[in-house]
């Protein structure tokens, strides 16, 4: 059966000052149903919630509202039994709610300018805020999605809830699909942080399954996906690495022959995408010779993943002079000598 109660927002609203009244009812010997400014504020509450439900009402929305303003207006003879008094009180209390009205929905815009220009700084397509979204809603959800590449795409679903300054991001799903071979679709949840909040292009590589550094200060930190790992939510758990792990990407970068580390500019555009968990297309220098590869940051095992031209794990030897594949086992063009056994055997060339 459907909780009609939980669906009311004005009874929610009338429950609350009701646990209001009670707890004041308890702090003073004198009742408040005949105190002057406890009437007052009554009545300022009860024009508050009229406004605030105007549009878009329940029929039990609509009942409750029309019960409160007969208390209301119970309460305004109660507080001026003179006909003309009351009827200057209503005057210039309509004035003052047009006022208020006025201020709410300036303050409403700005906080939806605010919003959409918080939402745009973290990388998310432009989002079409209108106040009738948002009026008379405590939580609101916003999807958004867009092409990655060919074969990726992403969708968001942005949670938005009232704050005491108005609405702000709670945090939001983000959802990778990949549209080759068996298609599959990577979701997680990330909580809202303020400034630390993981960006749409922080989301996408992390369901990629690669790392990002967060935080400020003692707090920095790398950050991945667990994929093996989900907590009764369902999300991923997240594996974090700390400065006292051990990993230092600039250092591990400077191990590398790259062309681009000969460069200021180039070297601190490189370390802030790899902070970011981009891979990134770089220049390695082996004498005279150029490879382009792709790399990205591997915090967990304090090293970086290297990838040639066709999306292929490389290595390079003990030097950094000779690129490596993944093959196991001997190398091309390589037999055993017969005859011999154990480490007497040896590898030798082909002829």
């Given at each position: 059966?459907k909780n009609?109660?939980?669906?009311?927002?004005?009874e929610?609203?009338l429950?609350?000052?009701?646990?209001?009244?009670?707890?004041?009812?308890?702090?003073f010997?004198?009742?408040?149903n005949?105190?002057?400014?406890f009437?007052?504020?009554?009545?300022?509450?009860?024009?508050?919630?009229?406004?605030?439900?105007?549009?878009?009402?329940?029929?039990?929305?609509s009942?409750?509202?029309?019960m409160m303003?007969q208390?209301?207006?119970?309460?305004?003879?109660?507080?001026?039994?003179?006909?003309?008094?009351r009827?200057?009180y209503?005057?210039?209390s309509?004035?003052?709610?047009g006022?208020?009205?006025?201020?709410?929905?300036?303050?409403?815009?700005?906080n939806?300018?605010?919003?959409?220009?918080?939402?745009?700084?973290?990388?998310?397509?432009?989002?079409?805020?209108?106040r009738?979204q948002l009026a008379?809603?405590?939580?609101?959800s916003?999807?958004?999605?867009?092409q990655?590449g060919?074969k990726?795409?992403?969708q968001?679903?942005?949670?938005?809830?009232q704050g005491?300054?108005g609405?702000?991001?709670?945090g939001?799903?983000?959802?990778?699909h990949r549209?080759e071979g068996?298609?599959?679709?990577i979701?997680h949840?990330?909580?809202?942080?303020g400034?630390n909040?993981?960006?749409?292009?922080?989301?996408h590589?992390?369901?990629s399954?690669r790392s990002?550094?967060?935080g400020?200060?003692?707090?920095?930190?790398?950050?991945?996906?667990?994929?093996?790992?989900?907590?009764a939510?369902?999300?991923?758990n997240?594996k974090?690495?700390?400065p006292?792990?051990?990993?230092?990407?600039e250092?591990?970068?400077r191990?590398l022959p790259l062309?681009?580390l000969?460069?200021?500019?180039e070297?601190?555009e490189?370390?802030?995408?790899?902070?970011n968990?981009?891979?990134?297309?770089?220049?390695l220098v082996q004498?005279?010779?150029?490879?382009?590869i792709?790399?990205?940051?591997?915090?967990?095992?304090?090293?970086?993943?290297?990838?040639?031209?066709?999306?292929?794990?490389?290595a390079?030897?003990k030097?950094?002079n000779?690129?490596?594949g993944?093959?196991?086992?001997l190398?091309?063009?390589?037999?055993?000598?017969?005859?011999?056994?154990?480490?007497?055997r040896?590898?030798?060339?082909?002829n």
């Amino acid at each position: 059966m459907k909780n009609t109660t939980m669906d009311n927002r004005v009874e929610i609203e009338l429950s609350r000052w009701l646990s209001r009244e009670q707890r004041f009812q308890k702090l003073f010997s004198f009742s408040l149903n005949a105190n002057r400014d406890f009437i007052k504020e009554k009545l300022r509450f009860y024009r508050r919630v009229s406004s605030k439900y105007k549009g878009q009402l329940t029929p039990q929305e609509s009942l409750t509202l029309r019960m409160m303003r007969q208390e209301r207006r119970h309460l305004e003879k109660q507080l001026y039994p003179n006909v003309w008094v009351r009827l200057a009180y209503k005057a210039i209390s309509r004035m003052v709610r047009g006022a208020q009205i006025a201020r709410d929905q300036q303050r409403q815009t700005t906080n939806i300018e605010q919003l959409k220009d918080s939402i745009r700084k973290m990388g998310f397509p432009e989002v079409a805020l209108q106040r009738e979204q948002l009026a008379n809603k405590e939580k609101i959800s916003i999807p958004l999605s867009y092409q990655v590449g060919k074969k990726e795409q992403m969708q968001f679903d942005l949670v938005l809830k009232q704050g005491s300054k108005g609405y702000e991001l709670a945090g939001y799903t983000a959802s990778l699909h990949r549209q080759e071979g068996n298609p599959s679709r990577i979701k997680h949840y990330f909580k809202a942080a303020g400034e630390n909040t993981v960006t749409a292009e922080q989301a996408h590589n992390l369901l990629s399954g690669r790392s990002v550094m967060k935080g400020n200060g003692d707090n920095r930190h790398w950050m991945q996906l667990d994929f093996n790992d989900r907590n009764a939510q369902g999300n991923y758990n997240i594996k974090r690495f700390y400065p006292g792990y051990g990993f230092d990407l600039e250092k591990t970068l400077r191990k590398l022959p790259l062309k681009e580390l000969g460069n200021k500019a180039e070297t601190k555009e490189l370390v802030r995408d790899l902070k970011n968990g981009k891979r990134r297309t770089v220049t390695l220098v082996q004498g005279n010779k150029q490879h382009h590869i792709t790399i990205e940051a591997n915090p967990r095992f304090k090293s970086l993943n290297l990838y040639n031209t066709k999306g292929q794990k490389i290595a390079l030897d003990k030097n950094g002079n000779r690129l490596l594949g993944q093959k196991k086992g001997l190398q091309r063009k390589v037999r055993l000598r017969k005859g011999l056994v154990g480490k007497d055997r040896m590898r030798i060339k082909r002829n």
